[in-house]
């Protein structure tokens, strides 16, 4: 199993971005999924997740900006970000509580993608 995000880059501040993750391998049933993020020199935040079910949580700084999706029949998950603010810069993580084929439920994690927010 694993988890393969894209997206993300540069926007001046205000603008709007996407980032996406796919799950592939072989994957019974995905919990929830959703997306970190780490700041230089910060810890690593929960910015949004969605259950199964497309109950949906954000923290408060992205709250009326950030929009979290998925779609469990292509085992993706989306972050459409807009109204992008510097303090949104980061490196975004997708991660995922994934039950495996003849696996353990346990969370998985993408490599990161890069997000850029600068005038």
């Known amino acids: 199993v694993q988890l393969v995000e894209s997206g993300g880059g540069s926007v001046q501040p205000g603008g709007s971005l996407s980032v996406s993750c796919a799950a592939s391998?072989?994957?019974?049933?995905?919990?929830?999924t959703g997306w970190y993020r780490q700041a230089p020199g910060k810890q690593r935040e929960l910015v949004a997740h969605?259950?199964?079910?497309?109950?949906?949580n954000y923290v408060d700084s992205v709250k009326g900006r950030f929009t979290i999706s998925r779609d469990n029949a292509k085992n993706r998950v989306y972050l459409q970000m807009n109204g992008l603010k510097a303090e949104d810069t980061a490196v975004y993580y997708c991660?995922?509580?994934?039950?495996?084929?003849?696996?353990?439920?346990?969370?998985?994690w993408g490599q990161g993608t890069q997000v850029i927010v600068s005038s």
């Open positions: 991660y995922a509580v994934i039950t495996p084929i003849n696996g353990i439920t346990r969370a998985y």
């Open positions: 391998g072989n994957i019974k049933s995905i919990a929830y």
């Open positions: 969605i259950t199964g079910g497309g109950s949906t």
